[in-house]
């Protein structure tokens, strides 16, 4: 009985082979002409709603073929698993023509004629990382105009069937997609592809990949350009070659593109940052033996004499200074002299970046026909989510058109009620936070007792302090919090976004922008602002410390500063999101679609169609983008607000990015289906996210040096304080530590142990000693170094500013040649459409068609010449 099963299915897919005449890779209808614009998929589960789904399917189909669609339904028993039907959809010569006009869409009428620009000598160094020309240029450069069904003849129309890229079948199949009407339910007219996805109706609705990725297409007609971004750029091995832009642009849409072109040049950039980053590392390493106060700390005579104040009320001991001499060698590594350079430098770099990318965005936006996209395309297309949630209508003032409308009441309800949602979870990182730093409270405690108390930790004590094991931990403890609060807040802020109703899908994305930008900026930073702004500020001095919650003694910082504490802080929550994002987004969809596709492999080749094969990857998502965007801006932050305290930053920055090009295209290539083509000009709201981090930026690491750094009270006793003509520094780390009577102590600080009978401990501060008639008040010390770093906050920040604006004054937004270029191309379509225009109205006067006059064709005339003149 077995056997007979086993013959009885091998029969079954011999039928179904013999049945498909076309390779699994065909990406065209049963005729082999008609391309497979996009695909629609479903289950026929018998359950409660079946009848509803299939009611709503039927009525969907036919309105799709009514708007001039065709389409081919492949029956389940023809798919790989036996349960889900495929619905193959083709757009026409006649649907694209039309919708080509509703949607704008540019398409040739002239080759360029404009000479390309001069080589540039440094072309042939560059040699080794440039691309094929068939791979970074798919198609030769023409002028456009925008799509006009009546002027078929005027553009450079030589196949119909392959006029139109993919990427723009699928975008304008998409479009009719969106807004197909399939019934009327509870009084409201229903439609769209995204509802039925949403209520089960169809499962999924994907464009098609146009081959395997490792190999080449049987079928002759197939371009074969999913295969060559493969190996060209999805490949790691091409880490350091150029990124086809044109051939993504062709294949993804201009919105990936655009993505992808940032990325790069971003990555481009940080190359001199990062080098300028490790030069000013290198000095501090090089400079290691020469820093004074390591030295002293470390000398047994000056800081193995020196008696600090403990680290935690009664549980502490009294401690000698050169336990912290490993700690305050590494922190010269980050808190020197190059410190201040580089905070300068990053601050001029980040103008420099911002302002290079809009001049490589004009040409782009040129190069890729988006010059006059945004208000065409963007902001007077509805979002058909907003069309059926809408039921009041008003005339547009543009368009003079009846259209859908929320009224300002609704309006201000939605908004109330998403603001009042993001400040309740804003609260609530800040709670974390909060949280965290009561960790550090508790657990100072403890690991400082722990360190002092226990022998076999004595090997490790000088490297791992106290502050140094509170602050890893607390990073640790952060990072999962970061982690957790992002995975819930996500769902959120689409939750609210949807229920605000945005009328455009630009005006969707921006606000859905805004407040995942708003809460990523809080949960990821808030911990760095408090290391570099709060902690170690506000500690008081022993016998009158401050306390939070009047129970937990605030943090100090160690006797060589708090930038080390920084820098850590940074390098792990940087590091730890960079290698979660990396896992997330390349070996997650990895093992989803191994799992989905284990089966598929055991079956005939024939079997397992194009199709099906793309139904088992996974979907990209209309956020995908948005997500990439985000963790690249999020990075962006850490290296530019914070990147005083870790001059390594920028270059952890560029070696993520080097790899984060190859995962993105690696996946977007291999493991998700084809997303649907998108227009995008610019990288739209992130430029003013970018700009505002940029001036954020110079503020951050002026306070940065000026307070969490020790440069300016190294400063001040350099120039005003020491006394040492040979050695000005010498003496520094005596000078900068105060004084405090042990019997001052009250009883809720003094410790329970006092072995040595120690009479007197310092702390960092400048107050004045026990013996004075000012007994712990501020030194005149203290006011010189907080006006000093209130000035080079000042000085700092109007330098700083001052080149910025500078450099953006000097550098243009639009390149010359791109402007030229522009007004070149402008005045050759308009001439070009005159001159048809001329030419149509001669052939209708020589035919003798009355309506068309002779004011007409002088009209038409004059025309052409006000253009010339033009």
Known sequence: RQSGRRYNLFLKRRLRIDKRHQSKDSIFFRDGVRRIDFVLSYVDDLNKEWEKKLERRKEFESNLQKA????ETEDKKESEDGKIYFVKIHAPWEVLITYAEVLNIKVPIKENDIPSMVEN??????????????????????????????????????????????????????YILTRCPYGTEEGKKKFGIKRLLNN?????????????????????NCDNERYTLYMEWASFLRFYKEQPLDLIRKYYGEK??????????????????????LICFLYGLFTMDENMSSKEICDPAIGGEIIMCPLCDRDCEYWRLNTTCESSEYSHLFDNVATLFFAIFMGIWVTLFLEFWKRRQARLKYEWDLVDFEEEQQQLQLRPEYEAKCTQ???????????????????AVRFCISGTTVLFWVSLIIASMIAVIVYRLAVYAAFASLMENTQTLQPISGLLTPQLATSVTASCLNFVIIM???????????????MEIPRTHMEYENRLTMKMFLFQFVNYYSSCFYVAFFKGKFVGYPGAYTYMFNRWRNEECDPAGCLIELTTQLTIVMAGKQIWGNIQEAIV????????????????????????????LQTFGALGLFYEYLEMVIQFGFITLFVASFPLAPLLALMNNILEIRVDSWKLTTQYRRPVAAKAHSIGVWQEILNGMAILSVVTNAFIVAFTSDMIPRLVYYYAYSENEDSPMSGYINNSLSVFQISDFPDRNKPKVNREDFVICRYRDYRYPPDHERKYLHTMQFWHILAAKLAFIIIMEHVVFIVKFFVAWMIPDVPADVKAKIKREKYLTQKILHEYELEKLKERLCQGDKRATEKEFIATEGRVELSRAM
């Open 68 to 71: 001039g669609l065709e389409l």
């Open 121 to 174: 000598p440094l072309d042939c160094m560059l040699a080794p990382l440039r691309l094929p020309e068939k791979v970074m240029h798919p198609e030769p450069d023409y002028f456009t105009a925008p799509f006009s069904k009546d002027k078929q003849e005027l553009y450079l129309i030589d196949d119909e069937n392959t006029f139109f890229s993919p990427s723009v079948r699928n975008r304008i199949v998409n």
């Open 200 to 220: 089960g109706t169809y499962s999924a609705a994907y464009p098609l990949h146009d081959c395997q990725y490792w190999k080449k297409a049987n079928d002759p």
């Open 256 to 277: 990936i593109g655009i993505y992808f072109a940032w990325l790069g040049f971003y990555t481009e950039m940080l190359f001199l940052a990062a080098v300028v980053g």
């Open 393 to 411: 209508k008003k005339k547009n003032p543009v368009t003079q058109e009846m259209e859908p409308y929320l009224p300002i009441t609704s309006q």
């Open 484 to 498: 957790i609060l992002n995975f819930f807040y996500e769902r959120i802020a689409i939750w609210i976004t949807d």
């Open 589 to 616: 969809p990895w093992i989803c679609n191994w799992w989905g596709r284990r089966k598929a492999r055991n079956n005939p080749e024939n079997l397992y169609s194009r199709w099906e094969q793309d139904h088992d």
